[in-house]
């Protein structure tokens, strides 16, 4: 955080809407901030840029949602390893010309879901340039005594669990979706989740993920998958199944559990107001898709980021 | 750091290169890195975002560089609160066509660095757009036992002292400069340090900054001011020493400390091979250059982010 800062008056205004919190030693304006850190604790650490025409579009979002949308792909990161959120610092690169309402607008959308998550703001750089918006969120938070959960754990027999209904979040819920936070937190103390992450690729590739570093296979049952009304509304030819296996963004948590965890979850529903749905298992090698009792190679198709 | 992180193979090859650390828990390629962190010290955090076109030229730098300097001003940053760093993340914008072999010297220059101040690369965003090259690190270090060294504890009486000479640093040192960590730290241990900036603004702007936070003022005497050869090199109009006054991004540090602490500082010289120069005293109130013996109010200028 250098103080080539944008307007003074920006950082000055950030100043003002920054509430105290206990664990915020120094917050925006000096060099560094500072944070209080539970001394229990392993650190996580998130980071997330987000680029227009790429992760959204501000003439359509508006700056609000933007900025809510960069501060919530990072909670859901924490969610992921099922940690606590604790302080963000944000960087954003602001087109020239409406630079300040922008920036305003942007910091209330991150305020939003940062208040709602307990987070603080605790410092950033603010850039502009003749560019795009672009907005880099990077976010601290803490694992519970429990631990993070990797994607590493996941072993053949375990059930997959998927913490909501999949596909078309290009509608709105890319926009709008609520960090599985708390349900994780609670998922973490009442069962043993050998393996988790967050569903942003989509489903098919961030299963394919976890189960790569797991280093064991999939089975997925198309009946089981469940399919959002976005999904089903969306007439492009692909079918509302393959959005929930292929499209990014929902932004759902999919998890891998003892079967015997699984079914003691899967009773115990809701938890904290979420349905989570058995979606296959874990196997010792492939991956696969059953459907209509048939078996079939499935592809880890999702969204990724080509370069050569 | 969700997983539509850039070719997976770029992520395989990050994780391939990253050094056993014993803090870091859990490194590149899951949701979150996991940090152990010292219990008892204060966590600091700073970010940069740095454009191409605006904080670099690509074409001109190279990659290399790019990355060496986006790592280095935020090492800056830790070294204005003399703290230690400890472990950064990473977030790109990649332009399309050249992504990989871009972002791998960008790696190479983040870990130039990273390396040379014991810093761990924990993890990362990888995108790729249609726009320019866009790198945001976010660095977190410790505070010492001291405490964080904060821009808001000057006193009027107190020295300005600064660690190097000023001014040019467009000709190359922007891209090549040395965060002054071990300097800081080392200063930090043998004196009071009141308040400290880095000059990435240009020193006016900065001891403004720091005044304005310590709310006193302040007496620089042009005389004092050390002057870079860059600065006497630039043919463009301008003064050598408003080229010192003005000039951001010469990374050296201006810090405040009561004259008994200055002076002692200033008689051990060289403080781990570098020499401070007193540049003046902080004052009641008013911003001034004396010249010649002749006081005038001192403009702050120096590179602000302007937007509307």
């Known amino acids: 955080m250098n103080s080539s800062a944008g307007e003074f008056a920006y950082i000055d205004w950030v100043r003002q809407q920054t509430p105290a ?8 304006g000096d060099d ?15 980071t997330d840029m987000l680029m227009d025409g790429t992760c959204f579009r501000l003439s359509e979002a508006g700056p609000r949602a933007v900025g809510r949308k960069a501060m919530a792909v ?5 969610a992921a390893m099922a940690g606590k959120p604790v302080a963000a610092v944000v960087s954003v690169a602001l087109p020239r010309r409406e630079g300040r309402t922008l920036a305003e607008e942007l910091y209330r959308g991150l305020r939003d879901v940062a208040d709602a998550f307990n987070t603080a703001i605790a410092g950033g750089d603010t850039n502009s340039w003749d560019g795009p918006l672009v907005i880099c969120v990077t976010l601290l938070g803490e694992a519970t005594p429990r631990g993070p959960v990797r994607r590493s754990g996941a072993k053949p027999g375990d059930w ?5 209904p999949l596909g078309g979040s290009i509608l709105g819920k890319h926009l709008a979706f609520t960090p599985r936070i708390r349900e994780a937190l ?12 967050d569903i942003s690729d989509g489903l098919a590739a ?8 797991s280093h064991c296979g999939a089975l997925l ?8 009304n976005a999904a089903r509304t969306i007439q492009d030819g692909r079918s509302p199944l393959d959005h929930a296996l292929s499209d990014g963004e929902d932004f759902e948590l999919v998890f891998a559990v003892p079967a015997t965890d699984a079914q003691r979850l899967l009773q115990a529903q809701p938890i904290r107001g979420i349905t989570c ?4 298992e874990c196997v010792d090698q492939g991956f696969w898709l059953e459907e209509d009792g048939k078996r079939s190679a499935l592809e880890p198709r999702g969204y990724v980021h080509s370069f050569q």
């Open 21 to 28: 919190d206990d664990r915020l030693l120094i917050g925006p």
């Open 32 to 46: 560094c901030a500072a944070l209080r850190w539970n001394p229990a604790a392993p650190a996580l650490v998130t």
């Open 74 to 78: 990072n909670l859901s990161d924490i």
């Open 160 to 164: 997959l669990l998927v913490t909501g």
């Open 186 to 197: 609670q998922l973490h103390e009442q069962a043993d989740l050998h393996a988790m992450i």
């Open 206 to 213: 961030d299963v394919h993920h976890l189960c790569e570093e």
């Open 221 to 228: 049952r198309a009946e089981a998958i469940p399919i959002s």
């Open 277 to 280: 749905v058995h979606i296959g």
